[in-house]
């Protein structure tokens, strides 16, 4: 683990005290102030729009059609269909977080369609060859099925779908597949203005291709400080640079922000090693961990920032630009970023109080029911603090299983989807010796892997899977 040299609060850590008292004990998480990673004027940018559903008909090929009976095209259906004969199957692939549809096309299919599990099945896996069936949804025309992917939560990974029809069925049938996508927004108000920092900047290109873009490296002995105006939102983009000799991809880090010498914001992160894209850094490759993000606000004047690190990063420092629109009046969303920002500003700090040393089940309680009332980013706030606190038994499942929540509640950000799976690294395994050692020689150390579905990555020429020597 990378050692902070910048003094930061210390985690807390038993102490014994009567079971009475410590049951009694409470301890308020308060939403706001110190998370990072999500952007809370974007969530609520997001909900003046729908996320459309639109339903894509799976062809030969890519993205969707991966093996089995290929699908042809139809024209008096004016659609691709799939031909399926007794003991022949079709396998597709399906994104994370979607839906197959099962369109019947003739007689024998809408039988087929009538009798969930009889002749047509439809079973799903993650890629190791082992099936799980899936019961499906009937339409109420009868028409179609819907069927969700097993643990369809949005982090899980991309699944195989096979559509099966019994060998002993009589005769064959013809259907059509469709596969669910939901095509997120981007950015209602991006961060365009970039801000110089201290020493000279770094080109650094994440992607084969891609135009380098200027960095800024901060260690943690050296903050860096610039003259920043208000008011405006700004946005901190890092990346940690791992010493070569650090064998652990999993690091937790923070940024303290101080503002005319006064503490400001604390932005707190954890992350493993970029394992999508090779790195470059001034045209070399470098090791460092994927990009991570926090907000934080300057009031109206000129003020002095300083930013210091408790982990070597580089970083670069970008700001809203209000109005952030060609004619604004024409162009601008209903409630604009500036707006966003002034009823954050106006709501007090709210709190989830959890039971110090208390049942993981009723913590998780307590914030899963809190989503519904809470913005995503105050159930992060809260998560992440609960994650990081020992006091709270299992915390770091519970806090988790919270942000898998919020990111199957709000699929029009996917900043959350990422965030859920970040909060993985908080978790561990415990390690297990035998109780009987029935061969000779010495015990070694091994990892259960868990197999994952790649994305379809058609036109993103380079990316695949990166791991740095030091964390083989």
Request: charged residues 25%; glycine residues 8%.
């Amino acid at each position: 683990m990378i050692r902070p040299s910048a003094p930061c609060p210390p985690r807390s850590r038993p102490t014994r005290k009567p079971i009475a008292c410590a049951l009694a004990a409470c301890l308020a998480l308060f939403a706001g102030g110190s998370a990072a990673q999500v952007d809370e004027v974007q969530l609520r940018l997001l909900t003046q729009f729908e996320l459309p559903l639109r339903w894509d008909n799976v062809e030969p090929g890519r993205p969707y059609w991966t093996r089995g009976m290929q699908p042809a095209w139809r024209a008096a259906a004016g659609l691709h269909a799939v031909r399926l004969a007794p003991g022949e199957s079709v396998i597709v692939r399906i994104p994370t977080g979607e839906s197959l549809r099962v369109r019947a096309l003739d007689d024998a299919a809408k039988q087929a369609l009538a009798a969930p599990g009889a002749a047509l099945t439809v079973a799903f896996s993650n890629g190791t060859g082992l099936y799980a069936g899936q019961r499906p949804r009937r339409s109420a025309d009868g028409l179609d099925w819907l069927v969700e992917a097993t643990n369809a939560a949005p982090q899980t990974g991309p699944r195989l779908a096979r559509v099966s029809l019994a060998a002993g069925h009589g005769e064959a049938l013809e259907v059509a597949l469709f596969v669910s996508r939901r095509d997120p927004l981007g950015r209602i108000a991006p961060y365009r203005r970039l801000h110089e920092l201290p020493g000279e900047p770094l080109d650094v290109q994440h992607q084969r291709g891609s135009r380098p873009l200027h960095y800024w490296a901060i260690e943690p002995a050296a903050p860096v400080a610039l003259d920043v105006e208000g008011s405006a939102r700004f946005a901190l983009r890092l990346r940690l640079r791992y010493p070569a000799n650090e064998v652990a991809s999993a690091q937790q880090w923070r940024v303290a922000a101080t503002l005319d010498e006064r503490p400001h914001a604390t932005l707190d992160f954890a992350t493993g090693a970029e394992s999508t894209w090779t790195v470059k850094i001034d045209g070399r490759e470098s090791v460092v961990s994927r990009e991570k993000e926090g907000y934080f606000e300057v009031p109206a004047g000129r003020h002095r920032l300083i930013l210091a690190t408790s982990a070597p990063v580089i970083a670069r420092l970008l700001s809203q630009a209000d109005p952030d629109y060609l004619m604004p009046a024409l162009n601008a969303p209903e409630t604009t970023a500036a707006e966003a920002r002034a009823a954050i500003a106006q709501e007090p700090p709210l709190a989830l109080r959890l039971s110090g040393w208390g049942d993981a089940g009723k913590d998780a309680a307590q914030i899963v029911a809190a989503r519904e009332r809470l913005s995503p980013a105050a159930v992060h706030a809260a998560a992440l603090q609960l994650v990081r606190d020992n006091r709270h038994r299992e915390g770091g499942a519970v806090g988790a299983a919270a942000m898998r929540e919020v990111a199957a509640l709000r699929r029009d950000d996917p900043t959350l989807r990422s965030e859920a799976g970040e909060y993985a690294l908080h978790t561990f395994y415990r390690d297990l010796l035998p109780r009987d050692k029935s061969q000779p020689g010495a015990l070694r150390h091994a990892w259960f892997l868990a197999p994952r579905l790649r994305a379809d990555t058609e036109g993103e020429e380079g990316r695949g899977t990166v791991l740095a020597g030091q964390h083989a």
